[in-house]
């Protein structure tokens, strides 16, 4: 009996210390997680808004290239008129 219960104790002292490993390696973790988000979430908050003015860039040069086609076209117009 005293033999198991002192392999009992050992095991208790091992699974202790592999709870306590555990649990230190997901602490680390979620610390490197909560970098990567604060690293990472303001980089795509940029990214957005200048995807916005890439789109509102390109629908500038559209409606910039109609405009010129427009003046072309009523410049041929009036050329034969």
């Known amino acids: 009996d ?3 219960l002192r392999q009992f104790q050992s095991n208790v002292t091992k ?3 592999v709870k306590e ?3 230190r390696i997901l602490n680390d973790f979620e ?3 909560d970098q990567l988000e604060s690293n990472v979430f303001p980089m795509h908050e940029k990214n957005g ?3 916005i003015k890439q789109m509102n860039i390109q629908k500038l040069l559209k409606t910039i290239d109609a405009t010129i086609q427009f003046y072309g076209k009523s410049g041929e117009l009036e050329a034969a008129i």
């Open 21 to 23: 490993n555990i649990q």
């Open 15 to 17: 699974s202790k210390q």
């Open 49 to 51: 808004k200048l995807q």
């Open 31 to 33: 610390e490197h997680i």
């Open 2 to 4: 005293e033999e198991w």
